[in-house]
């Protein structure tokens, strides 16, 4: 991007001066973010009356106040009395759907509004809710790409999106077929996955592993990992886990086993036998625990749903649709067996990070009365109050190692010098009161100020 800019002003500058060329031909002002307390990604000891300077997209200086000088006529944008972070990241969202009960009557119904309407909704949700980066794990092709290209160019708002297009797995669930593609032999598995390396995803999302056959689960791992794609496995079944650890998956989703009480043992070996493998790097893992925890409180307590925030974007009549359709938390059948599978959560997320996964925040947002709104930071208060991760942890799962895991950290991820400006920042002590992150005050991506 950079270097074309350049060339384009070097060009410029041997001809004519174009009128309408002159803004880009101006220093992007520098932004100056002053006075909060920055929790920079890394982990160490927060960096009071912090004072970060961007200039165009980019973070160009970070230090504090005292020491480093704000310029004559930066914007100064006051940080004072917040804890300033990161952009969140979101490893597990579903743009294409909104929070509504009938997942069959939203794939016969939205189709042809997915791309102009739902996705771009759901990614302006996410932005205001102070996630600037997001992988979309499931959505139609085209669809998934026109959002994430769209975004990046500036012309709508939303985070900075990874996505998968459609699942890879044996065969679509009748009606699906937009967003699901069946795999029949190796062959077909290998030519699958490249479609869509070349098409220009950013990862190949692999479910129902364990209907495949062996061949087929290897061909789709290993055509991926020739592309230079992470595959990201779902891990709902024991067999599923085994066999995507067996052909070197990437990262699982959901913590899995129905209401089992925990991972049965060979599992855990296996787990731990390949997070001793350093060579590897690691095994990251997005439990997607929040909703689980949280649905007997959201049923009993459902005020939530009435909240405007999920609601941005979308028109009247789609909003109506959502809101009839899970007017009785009580009754959706999608969540009858979750008070069982609650209490074994807790036991399965201490197996997993105990055998040394890397665990990632992730949510499954845009499942039923799942808003991209208010997914994200419920998933870091979930880790936080009621699984004990300390705060700092919690936050770098949803920061660094995302950024580590999809290879960009170069890039994001931490607030760094010479890194893209995707900066958040929200009055009060994140770290003592990790829900404050539901109210983001100031949100900053690609150096572009959203809030
Ligand atoms: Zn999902």
Do not use: C
Request: hydrophobic content about 40%; glycine content about 8%; aromatic content about 6%.
């Amino acid at each position: 991007m950079r270097r074309i800019r350049l060339a384009a002003l070097a060009a410029l500058a041997l001809t004519v001066i174009v009128p309408s060329a002159v803004p880009h031909a101006q220093p992007a002002q520098v932004k100056a973010l002053v006075g909060g307390t920055l929790i920079d990604g890394f982990g160490g000891v927060p960096i009071r009356n912090s004072v970060i300077l961007i200039q165009g997209e980019r973070i160009t200086a970070v230090g504090q106040a005292g020491t480093l000088s704000v310029p004559q006529g930066a914007e100064v944008i006051s940080t004072e009395g917040m804890s300033v972070l990161p952009g969140l990241w979101d490893m597990h969202v579903h743009l294409m759907i909104n929070g509504h009960a009938d997942y069959e009557h939203w794939d016969k119904t939205y189709p042809s509004q997915f791309e102009s309407v739902i996705m771009p909704a759901s990614a302006r949700q996410l932005l205001m809710a102070g996630v600037t980066s997001a992988r979309d794990l499931g959505g139609p092709l085209e669809a998934s790409l026109s959002v994430r290209d769209r975004i990046n160019a500036g012309k709508i708002p939303g985070p900075t999106l990874y996505v998968s297009g459609p699942f890879i797995q044996k065969a679509p669930y009748p009606g699906t077929e937009l967003f699901r593609w069946g795999v029949d032999g190796v062959a077909d598995a290998r030519g699958k996955v490249r479609k869509l390396a070349d098409a220009g995803v950013n990862v190949i999302k692999l479910i129902d592993q364990d209907q495949m056959t062996m061949e087929e689960v290897g061909a789709v791992v290993d055509e991926a990992h020739k592309r230079g794609l992470m595959v990201v496995a779902h891990s709902h079944r024991p067999e599923e886990i085994r066999r995507g650890l067996a052909f070197g998956v990437d990262n699982f989703e959901h913590t899995g086993l129905s209401s089992a009480p925990e991972y049965p043992e060979d599992i855990v070996k296996s787990i731990v036998e390949r997070t001793a493998n350093m060579s590897r790097g690691p095994l990251y893992w997005t439990p997607t625990i929040e909703g689980l925890f949280n649905y007997e409180y959201l049923r009993d307590n459902p005020e939530q749903l009435d909240d405007p925030a999920w609601q941005l974007g979308l028109t009247p009549e789609i909003v109506k649709d959502i809101r009839d359709s899970i007017r009785t938390p009580d009754r959706l059948p999608y969540f009858q067996l979750t008070p069982i599978r609650r209490p074994t959560l807790a036991r399965k997320f201490k197996q997993l990070s105990d055998a040394g996964v890397v665990m990632l925040v992730g949510t499954d947002s845009g499942i039923p009365m799942k808003f991209h709104s208010s997914s994200t930071w419920r998933e870091l208060d979930a880790w936080v109050n009621i699984l004990g991760v300390p705060p700092m942890q919690a936050i770098r799962s949803a920061t660094y190692w995302p950024s580590v895991a999809m290879k960009v950290d170069k890039n994001v991820g931490t607030v760094t010098p010479g890194k893209y400006a995707d900066i958040i920042a929200v009055k009060g002590d994140v770290l003592r009161y990790i829900a404050l992150l539901q109210r983001v005050d100031v949100i900053v991506r690609h150096g572009v100020r959203h809030k």
